[in-house]
């Protein structure tokens, strides 16, 4: 299983970037999808979860109306569009796979399918 992400970048505060995350190995419409991040001194936390049908989506408050995650199952991709960005987003982003959407929302383990990362930088 492979999960390719990318689309990070260095963008000024207000600015917008797309993340996609292209999945390989793995039947991509059986697993619920997720972006986590982890900030410079701090532990990789939930960002945005969709689920495998593409039905039902959801966030961390501080992006909630700035963020969208959206998943196209008949190319293995998941995205996360990015608006309005702040400095605080500054982050390592990183795609997760797995058939747990309570898990994904909730948790970060080690044993989600996990994309390598793509580092996003917000300067204001």
């Known amino acids: 299983v492979q999960l390719q992400a990318c689309g990070g970048g260095l963008v000024q505060a207000g600015g917008c970037l797309t993340l996609?995350?292209?999945?390989?190995?793995?039947?991509?419409?059986?697993?619920?999808m997720a972006w986590f991040r982890q900030a410079p001194g701090k532990e990789r936390a939930f960002v945005a979860a969709?689920?495998?049908?593409?039905?039902?989506?959801k966030y961390i408050d501080s992006v909630k109306g700035r963020f969208t995650i959206s998943r196209d199952n008949a190319k293995n991709t998941v995205y996360l569009r990015m608006n309005s960005l702040r400095s605080e987003d500054t982050a390592v982003h990183y795609c997760?796979?797995?058939?747990?959407?309570?898990?994904?929302?909730?948790?970060?383990?080690?044993?989600?399918?996990w994309g390598q990362g793509t580092q996003v930088t917000v300067s204001s």
């Open positions: 996609s995350c292209a999945a390989s190995g793995l039947t991509f419409d059986d697993y619920h």
């Open positions: 969709i689920t495998w049908t593409g039905g039902s989506t």
């Open positions: 997760a796979a797995d058939k747990s959407y309570i898990d994904l929302v909730s948790r970060v383990r080690d044993d989600y399918y």
